[in-house]
């Protein structure tokens, strides 16, 4: 049985009035910010995307500055939101902005929806906030609190699912202001009705119409088809560290070490596609392991290194569907001769390029430099260790 959800508008919109959180993008509904800060939101709260949404409008305020930014300045604006594909899909759409439409948004839903990374929801969100457009956004968020409403127990994992209710939604949506009603759903859902343990019921404005609440149901709504578990795959992490002598004028000292880190360019398809890394080893290695076969390699290539290696820890990292465990260990070389930092960074390479590893592309970076270098939250266990 369908359920009429024009009954929720007034209600909802009023809550909305007198509670609605305080954000940059509401203050200032510009169709450029509500697109970035619908993007980032996907799969990130509110309160994490705060400080990421400012940095990057700063330094990208526009559709213009997105569209020629440099790649490796992009994701490292995006470093710690995960999901790259994601701005590099906001900096294709924004070249497509730049030369069909005039550097404009285009203000229809359909055309909208021509633009890559941009689906319903996101469509949705910026045709309602920004031109007034009465359709639906439906996210997460306003499918649970949807159904709870409802009290159905539809699979909300089902696209057909999602579609029916936008169809529900279109058809009640009020006129003048679509984009609050849209946004009342989507809060009501973040603060109230929200996502892992039971909601606020007695704070929710529409709790009378719940039918959810009226049955005593809300945990068992909604209801999802279970996940297939994450693929866990198990990794050596390996920092490598060499210090170099720099020569000084201050007359109180000559000289000092600088420590350089070594990072590696992933493929340009694939997990965490194009980023830079710390080189990584499949499979859990020892350090007796890793010291034998650097070792091994420098006789080879009759190198003369004094070599270290120092575990680092355990850490994890979560994917959407792969979970990484991980094993780190700090590689520190040393010099016993005048060999330079060339020898130890083809000596390296090769180590790498043995071990299968398809990318080719390392780069030997000092603590400082790494600023302008996107790398990916899975590798924060072991982001500390790279001293100045």
């Known amino acids: 049985m369908q359920y009429d959800y024009s009954n929720i508008i007034e209600y909802l919109l009023h809550w909305f009035d007198y509670n609605a959180r305080i954000l940059r993008w509401r203050l200032e509904p510009k169709a450029y910010y509500i697109w970035i800060s619908e993007i980032m939101l996907q799969q990130t709260r509110v309160e994490a995307v705060k400080g990421y949404f400012d940095r990057f409008v700063e330094e990208l305020p526009d559709i213009k500055a997105l569209a020629e930014c440099e790649e490796e300045k992009l994701l490292k604006l995006w470093e710690g939101l995960g999901y790259y594909n994601r701005v590099r899909n906001l900096q294709k759409a924004a070249k497509i902005i730049m030369s069909d439409y005039q550097g404009r948004l285009p203000n229809s839903y359909e055309e909208l929806l021509k633009l890559p990374g941009i689906g319903s929801y996101t469509a949705g969100a910026i045709a309602s906030n ?6 639906p956004s439906v996210d997460g968020n306003v499918l649970r609190v ?5 009290g159905s127990f539809d699979d909300i994992t089902k696209a057909s699912v999602k579609k029916q209710l936008e169809n529900d939604l279109r058809e009640i949506m009020p006129k003048d202001r679509p984009g609050d009603f849209n946004q009342s759903l989507m809060e009501l859902g973040a603060v109230i009705c929200i996502p892992n343990g039971k909601p606020l019921c007695e704070q929710c404005p529409v709790s009378h119409l719940c039918k959810a609440h009226q049955q005593g149901i809300e945990m068992k709504i909604p209801v999802k088809t279970p996940k297939k578990s994450r693929k866990i795959e198990h990794k050596t992490i390996l920092l490598f560290e060499y210090e170099e002598r720099e020569e000084l004028t201050n007359k109180k000292q000559t000289h000092r070490m600088l420590s350089y880190y070594l990072i590696q360019k992933r493929n340009k398809k694939g997990l965490l596609a194009g980023l830079w890394q710390l080189p990584s080893l499949e499979g859990k290695k020892t350090a007796l392991e890793i010291e034998e076969y650097i ?36 590689i520190k070389l040393t010099s016993k001769d005048d060999s330079s930092i060339v020898e130890i960074k083809d000596m390296i390479n090769q180590f790498l390029l043995a071990e299968n590893q398809e990318s080719k592309e390392v780069k030997w970076i000092h603590a400082k430099e790494l600023e302008d270098y996107a790398l990916p939250s899975a590798f924060d266990t072991y982001r500390g260790y790279l001293m100045e």
């Open 130 to 135: 920004v031109y007034k457009i009465p359709v």
């Open 146 to 150: 949807a159904k709870r409403i409802a």
């Open 295 to 330: 070792s091994k390699m420098m006789q080879e290539q009759q190198l003369d290194f004094g070599i270290l290696v120092e575990p680092l820890g355990e850490g994890k990292h979560i994917f959407s569907h792969i979970e990484w465990h991980m094993k780190g260990y700090r």
